[in-house]
């Protein structure tokens, strides 16, 4: 009676678990769709246009005669937002500074070398 009682609690157990971790999985997938887009409740769909907080990729242009201007207008402006709301100026200007700053430090380590290294060969030749 015992392994009975025992395959009953399991029979009953298993299908629970199983349930639960599906559940889990679910959740977890819907999560991280918010992660994409917040402002959706069930899932994947494309961000408002106001809202761009990424680059979005490029979306189907109307047709119109001059396709490569309907094309390259709102994917330039999609692109120049998506910039301007990720890189402000001063980001850029403080990434131009930090490559000048470094590039003018490899520089000075260069002379120093260069300038040891021929205090070095006259001192061998004077002697």
């Given at each position: 009676?015992?392994?009975?009682?025992?395959?009953?609690?399991?029979?009953?157990?298993?299908?629970?678990?199983?349930?639960?971790?599906?559940?889990?999985?679910?959740?977890?997938?819907?999560?991280?769709?918010?992660?994409?887009?917040?402002?959706?409740?069930?899932?994947?769909?494309?961000?408002?246009?106001?809202?761009?907080?990424?680059?979005?990729p490029p979306r189907p242009y109307r047709r119109s005669h001059n396709r490569t201007q309907?094309?390259?207008?709102?994917?330039?402006?999609?692109?120049?937002?998506?910039i301007l709301r990720h890189v402000s100026v001063r980001v850029v200007v403080d990434r131009?500074?930090?490559?000048?700053?470094?590039?003018?430090?490899?520089?000075?380590?260069?002379?120093?070398?260069?300038?040891?290294?021929?205090?070095?060969?006259?001192?061998?030749?004077?002697?």
């Amino acid at each position: 009676m015992a392994e009975y009682m025992s395959l009953i609690i399991l029979w009953l157990v298993i299908p629970s678990l199983y349930i639960q971790t599906k559940r889990d999985h679910s959740l977890r997938k819907l999560q991280q769709r918010h992660a994409i887009f917040p402002h959706s409740q069930d899932g994947p769909r494309r961000p408002c246009r106001s809202n761009l907080t990424y680059y979005s990729p490029p979306r189907p242009y109307r047709r119109s005669h001059n396709r490569t201007q309907a094309k390259n207008s709102g994917e330039f402006r999609r692109y120049a937002k998506f910039i301007l709301r990720h890189v402000s100026v001063r980001v850029v200007v403080d990434r131009l500074w930090n490559a000048r700053v470094k590039a003018v430090k490899e520089q000075k380590k260069v002379e120093e070398e260069v300038r040891l290294l021929t205090v070095r060969s006259t001192k061998h030749y004077m002697q």
